[in-house]
């Protein structure tokens, strides 16, 4: 696609459910990240991926987040039993092969746990 | 762990007033990136310094790149309405294949 698509936009849901969040990166790039953003805030790394796998899941926070990517494009980002201080912007961003220096992201999921 | 520090955190200035906002690190990165976030979107890349003491130029926006790599700043001449928004810098590291943040300068202009 043109750009980075993310799903929802918006999720609202109540504490101790599961949701599951995703990204279309732009065609071709092979380098897909997931950050997270509290209100005016800078972005929180969460999980890094290059192909399928995932070099670096260093920045999730707990067990309860976990992310996949298939066939070298679309991800999930998904919270198991969410808690209130989960609630944030998700953003998703690609680049090309390892040129993380050129970041394309998304227009984010706003998350709010109830 | 590397750190990005931003400021300031927070600046309001009126229509054609100039401004810098800084980025500062311990750490060296291979190369520093600035974006700007505007509410509901995500950040949209402005500038990527890759050599040491290098400056560029957009419009009237100039970014330098320390001589060490490990710091830069963001001036912006006569701002404008428009130039409103969340700036961030970002330090990449090519070998740990990700970009890390600073926390963002929220910049307001005023007419």
């Known amino acids: 696609g043109a750009g980075v698509s993310q799903s929802p936009s918006n999720k609202v849901t109540e504490k101790g459910k599961d949701v599951e969040l995703r990204c279309d990166p732009i065609s071709g790039h092979t380098a897909l990240y997931w950050y997270r953003q509290s209100l005016g805030q800078g972005l929180e790394f969460l999980i890094y991926?290059?192909?399928?796998?995932?070099?670096?899941k260093s920045g999730l926070p707990s067990d309860r987040f976990s992310a996949e990517r298939t066939g070298g494009s679309v991800s999930t980002l998904t919270i198991q039993r969410t808690q209130q201080e989960d609630s944030a912007v998700y953003l998703c961003?690609?680049?090309?092969?390892?040129?993380?220096?050129?970041?394309?992201f998304g227009s984010g999921t706003q998350l709010s746990v109830l | 762990t590397q750190l990005l520090e931003q400021s300031p955190q927070f600046l309001s200035i009126q229509e054609g007033e100039n401004l810098t906002v800084y980025c500062n690190s311990s750490?060296?990165?291979?190369?520093l990136q600035w974006y700007r976030q505007e509410p509901g979107e995500g950040p949209v890349l402005l500038v990527t310094?890759?050599?040491?003491?290098e400056v560029k130029k957009l419009k009237r926006l100039t970014f330098q790149f320390g001589d060490a790599r490990k710091d830069s700043s963001l001036h912006i001449t006569a701002a404008q309405p428009g130039d409103t928004g969340l700036y961030l810098c970002a330090g990449a590291d090519t070998n740990a294949g990700k970009s890390t943040f600073g926390d963002g300068t929220t910049l307001t202009v005023k007419p």
């Open positions: 961003a690609s680049s090309q092969r390892q040129r993380n220096e050129k970041l394309f």
């Open positions: 991926f290059q192909g399928n796998s995932a070099p670096d």
């Open positions: 750490s060296v990165f291979s190369s």
């Open positions: 310094v890759v050599t040491g003491g």
